[in-house]
């Protein structure tokens, strides 16, 4: 059968804030309100005027010149300056009036802000002979801005979410064959119109004798909000509403469209060279972590992990050549966490790393994965300090840091130092990047994760995880 197009509007943008409700609205044009204003059009010969006497001729233009000065990455707002006294800047940075510098403030100014509209440092004169003043400085700052690097890529790599369905939706079928299939279900491209917004989606078909699934784990599924790792579900598709579906009765949509299974991937992935390989294991490892962690602290566990239920889809934004985006989406085998104080998804991933690592040549990072699975038999630790521990191999500290055999204690207190170098090398080397136009991806996101959330404790744990 053809397959029918989609509509040629692009669909509006969905929330970056992950709401649960959809926002559609009419495409419509954009004007720009460039026009000088009024109060500065000169007057055109003819025009009549009110004044008794001609104007008297202007005065003289006072000529200031300006060097040294700092570029500025936005303009200041004109409310931003009203109602506000003048600051004196650093000299050297910016001309200053005449009759500014005569009338200049008795003491030294409380705040520097170097020039910088958007990023006032905070620190007075007496500060800066502080080295430990400007460290600390420097590090809010950093920290600020990854911050803000994490939130902004956040909304670019989870786009929103589409919303659930409601009355006056059309469901209109993309392609006659599967687009992913899994070992519970076949995945086939749907698009929801409402009005002339669109959005891609997925109906989740059950195959024909698949394991019956826990209805407890599928009601968690359809409450939950959404979850970068986690499938999301926006409706059913009633029954009748696609002519000509490859299937009966009502199906369930999902939000995310699969390309392949961690399964798939594998059977593919075996001829990459030994490091790039196992560095791939360990980032789809520390997003199954991630939605691990998700379901532990809502009181539930995953009763099995299978690779064939392990969906892979192109995260939004990001190169063909990135590393994937890993969604669980097997809530059919999603019970109630049995009591206990150990992580009950932890001999489940040992497993699996130890399966996954298998098929890979010894490497430095394949080496510290098989410890971690080791310990995860041993300890089960929880989903959360998995997740840390994997961060630990991908992005530091490694055991070079306290050296092997060392007490605990004495190194703990170079963690401080350390992250805030890894911080600051972290966003110099996406400024750099930025600089050259290349933009930044999944792997990167995932590393503002670690650097932004990850304290002295948190990365003391994971080290304990590791290597004690």
């Not at 009024?38 to 003289?60: E, F, H, I, V």
């Not at 130092?417 to 600051?424: E, K, Q």
Request: with cysteine.
């Amino acid at each position: 059968m053809s397959s029918p197009e989609p509509p040629t509007e692009p669909p509006e943008p969905d929330d970056p804030t992950g709401s649960t409700q959809p926002t559609y609205s009419n495409l419509g044009e954009v004007r720009a309100h460039l026009l000088p204003s009024k109060a500065c059009r000169p007057r055109t010969p003819g025009s009549p005027s009110t004044d008794p006497q001609p104007l008297p001729p202007p005065l003289p233009q006072k000529i200031l010149t300006r060097t040294q000065s700092l570029p500025t990455r936005r303009g200041l707002h004109p409310s931003s300056i009203q109602g506000k006294p003048p600051r004196r800047p650093l000299l050297g940075s910016h001309s200053v009036d005449e009759s500014q510098a005569e009338a200049g403030p008795a003491g030294p100014p409380a705040e520097l802000t170097f020039g910088l509209a958007d990023a006032p440092l905070s620190l007075s004169l007496r500060d800066l002979h502080s080295p430990g003043a400007v460290l600390a400085a420097l590090a809010a700052q950093q920290l600020e801005g990854l911050c803000a690097i994490y939130a902004q890529l956040r909304a670019r790599l989870m786009g929103g979410h589409p919303g659930p369905c409601r009355p006056g939706h059309g469901f209109r079928l993309l392609d006659s064959s599967p687009c992913a299939e899994s070992g519970d279900a076949q995945y086939y491209r749907v698009v929801r119109v409402h009005e002339e917004a669109w959005h891609i989606l997925v109906a989740k078909v059950p195959k024909p004798g698949a394991d019956v699934p826990h209805p407890w784990g599928l009601e968690l599924q359809a409450s939950l909000s959404p979850h970068f790792n986690l499938q999301g579900l926006c409706g059913l598709v009633p029954e009748g509403a696609l002519p000509g579906a490859p299937w009966r009765g009502a199906v369930a949509l999902a939000a995310e469209v699969p390309e392949r299974t961690v399964a798939q991937w594998l059977a593919e992935a075996r001829a990459q060279p030994p490091e790039e390989f196992a560095w791939a294991v360990a980032l789809q490892l520390l997003q199954l972590s991630a939605a691990l962690e998700f379901l532990e602290a809502r009181g539930a566990a995953l009763v099995e992990l299978r690779p064939e239920n392990l969906l892979l889809a192109a995260p939004r934004g990001c190169a063909a050549t990135g590393p994937p985006r890993l969604l669980l989406a097997d809530f059919g085998r999603v019970c109630p966490q049995p009591p206990g104080p150990h992580g009950p998804h932890a001999p489940q991933l040992g497993r699996l790393l130890r399966a996954l690592l298998g098929l890979a040549a010894p490497s430095t990072l394949a080496a510290g994965l098989e410890r971690l699975a080791a310990q995860l038999t041993r300890w089960r630790p929880s989903a959360s300090r998995t997740r840390g521990a994997l961060q630990a191999l991908l992005w530091g500290p490694g055991p070079e840091l306290r050296g092997r055999g060392a007490p605990l204690g004495p190194w703990l207190g170079a963690l401080g130092p350390w992250l805030r170098v890894r911080r600051a090398l972290l966003v110099l080397r996406l400024a750099e990047r930025a600089a050259g136009g290349e933009a930044p991806g999944l792997e990167d996101w995932l590393c503002c994760e670690y650097l932004a959330e990850a304290t002295e404790s948190s990365m003391g744990q994971a080290l304990a995880l590791l290597w004690d």
